[in-house]
T-cell receptor, first 111, second 112 residues
Framework: GQSLEQPSEVTAVEGAIVQINCTYQ??????LSWYQQHDGGAPTFLSY????GLEETGRFSSFLSRSDSYGYLLLQELQMKDSASYFC????????????FGTGTQLKVEL | DSGVTQTPKHLITATGQRVTLRCSPR?????VYWYQQSLDQGLQFLIQ???????AKGNILERFSAQQFPDLHSELNLSSLELGDSALYFC???????????FGNGTRLTVT
């Protein structure tokens, strides 16, 4: 089956850097996305990696290694508003666009 | 605001009943997706439509069905409701296959 594993919870202090890891076991893997979700709110798109390497978007960066079936989201200069759940999501090929989400990581930013 | 509209925001109903959730995608988006999120759970993919046709199916129960209409809005029908169907149901839309998903604010369904 398809699975994406993430740590359930990560805590960091304001201004710090935090990395959220995602390991996946999927067939027909095309790329890896990251989404942010504040409590009960709509998930919002953060980044997408189709190729190996680092993608940078402001304070957020995302990395993908296909050979290791591994990716991570790096958040720099943490702010209190970054407290949210973060989901990695694998784009799978083969009949439509099936975006399968990981288990999610609850990030708590403390003063 | 993502541009994706979902109605209603909240729905409370009894076991055994049937409900319809509605979604209007962003202007220009042809793909619509439905996801279920139970309490403290991840997002479970239900089904995807592209320009009116079903394109991909996840672990959608037989009691659930969906369709996308010619004007591209979509409806998710849930029947013979059970307590375990209580969840947030999200609709999302995208322009193309590799494009980011834009999520609506969800419909919170409570089955009592």
């Amino acid at each position: 089956g398809q699975s994406l594993e993430q740590p359930s919870e990560v805590t960091a202090v304001e201004g710090a850097i935090v990395q959220i890891n995602c390991t996946y076991q999927t067939s027909g893997f095309y790329g890896l996305s990251w989404y942010q979700q504040h409590d009960g709110g709509a998930p919002t798109f953060l980044s997408y990696n189709a190729l190996d390497g680092l993608e940078e978007t402001g304070r957020f960066s995302s990395f993908l290694s296909r050979s290791d079936s591994y990716g991570y989201l790096l958040l720099q200069e943490l702010q209190m508003k970054d407290s949210a759940s973060y989901f990695c999501a694998a784009l799978l090929t083969g009949g439509g666009n099936k975006l399968t989400f990981g288990t999610g990581t609850q990030l708590k930013v403390e003063l | 605001d993502s541009g994706v509209t979902q109605t209603p925001k909240h729905l409370i109903t009894a076991t055994g009943q049937r409900v319809t959730l509605r979604c209007s995608p962003r202007s220009g988006d042809l793909s619509v997706y439905w996801y279920q999120q139970s309490l403290d759970q991840g997002l479970q993919f239900l089904i995807q439509y592209y320009n009116g046709e079903e394109r991909a199916k996840g672990n959608i129960l037989e009691r659930f069905s969906a369709q996308q209409f010619p004007d591209l809005h979509s409806e998710l029908n849930l029947s013979s409701l059970e307590l375990g169907d209580s969840a947030l149901y999200f609709c999302a839309s995208s322009v193309g296959v590799n494009s980011p998903l834009h999520f609506g604010n969800g419909t919170r369904l409570t089955v009592t």
